[in-house]
């Protein structure tokens, strides 16, 4: 199983980007996959995350401004971030759960598979 995100960069305050997580070796339709990202000196922080039935959650740090969905179709899985703040500085991770239609967890420690992380810098 493979976890490759891209679309991490430098954007200003109030602007907007989109992450992308492309997923080989699963079925992306059936998996439950989530972003998380992580500050210097911090753990992983659960952003949001989507599951086999296409329901979502996210931290209540991001709700209303970032939006998870994937492509089947590409197997890719995307985090459409709006509205940014320096405080969403981080590096973001994809990560994905083994077992098929799992419920979403906002423990790091529920995840089997991550990506190497996009770098998302917020300037004020």
């Known amino acids: 199983v493979q976890l490759i995100e891209s679309g991490g960069g430098l954007v200003q305050a109030g602007g907007s980007l989109r992450l992308s997580c492309v997923v080989s070796g699963r079925t992306l339709s059936k998996s439950t996959v989530a972003w998380f990202r992580q500050s210097p000196g911090k753990s992983h922080a659960f952003v949001a995350g989507?599951?086999?039935?296409?329901?979502?959650d996210y931290s209540s740090l991001v709700k209303g401004r970032f939006s998870i969905s994937r492509s089947n179709d590409k197997e890719t899985l995307y985090l459409q971030m709006n509205s940014l703040e320096p405080e969403d500085t981080a590096d973001y991770h994809c990560?994905?759960?083994?077992?098929?239609?799992?419920?979403?967890?906002?423990?790091?420690?529920?995840?089997?598979?991550w990506g190497r992380g996009t770098e998302v810098t917020v300037s004020s």
């Open positions: 989507i599951d086999g039935h296409d329901r979502t």
């Open positions: 990560a994905a759960r083994a077992d098929d239609f799992a419920w979403i967890a906002m423990e790091p420690g529920r995840y089997d598979y």
